[in-house]
């Protein structure tokens, strides 16, 4: 079950990062990214009410564990800020396949952290994996974007890296916590923390870039929201493998690239296709690995 969760949560990611790609192309990130946790906690605030209607705040009813979700929304914050940036700036079939290099991280964290271990079958899918987005991202040098001289590939990596941090940190949330708890908690700290952030800025320094409204931005918390659901509810089962959930998660960039392809016809479409189908047989080893 946990694996069909993953899937579900997969697509849902790459339909997530068109919508993206569609608010934030020549509109105020900070801004969009404000909004993207408003809808998000507004969609979550039911969670919050029934707690409090019950007389609880949730969480184990601990402060300690509102502290651990509070880290969990600095993280996620961390990560979105740098992949908005990057996304804004970079093509949708680059900045995807920097991104669904998180699995790579999160194994060698689930390994050292958590002692999973992976079976033969799964280790072919995650070296296919890892092998066809090393090929997609070394085309995207040859479309101009070099990692020695572009700011916006490095805030792409830090999106990958915090994400992965984040992502190791669920394993350990959901534990301790229901999921659904986690993640409105974190969803009204994570609106919290941006409103307060673009409040100062605005205090302090005008911002420059203006924010046009687009139907696509509650359109991004709707997808987050409904991924996030279904992978922590994947996280949730005991025999699940954070690793695994992780990599099938970044199957999202099929979703997206096939966009980017055919909707935005950028470059290179024949080695892209190729480069997607190799990992797509990467991700099918993972699941049929993990029966």
Known sequence: MWIILAIASALCLGVYDIFKKLSLNGNNVLTVLF???LFGALLMSPIIVQCLMNGSIGLGD????????????????????????????????????????????????AMLIFGEQLNLMQWGGVVLGISSLFLISRIGGKEGFSIKNNKWLWLSFGAMITGA?????????????EPLEVQAWYSFYQCVIMGITIA??????????????????PCIAIFLTIADIAYFYSLSFDDSMISVVSMIRRG????SFLYGVFALREKNVKLKIIDLSILLIGLVLLVLGSQ
């Open 35 to 37: 909004f993207n946790t």
């Open 62 to 109: 601990t402060v300690t564990g509102h502290f651990h979700i509070l880290i969990k929304s600095f993280i996620v914050l961390s990560s979105w800020l740098f992949g908005y940036f990057g996304l804004k700036h970079l093509p949708i079939t680059i900045a995807g396949p920097i991104n669904a290099t998180r699995p790579v991280m999160v194994l060698i964290g």
């Open 165 to 177: 941090i984040s992502g190791l940190y669920d394993k350990y949330l959901l534990r301790q916590y």
């Open 200 to 217: 100062i800025i605005k205090r302090v320094k005008r911002d420059t870039i203006p924010f046009q409204w687009r139907w696509t931005i």
């Open 252 to 255: 999202s960039v099929i979703v």
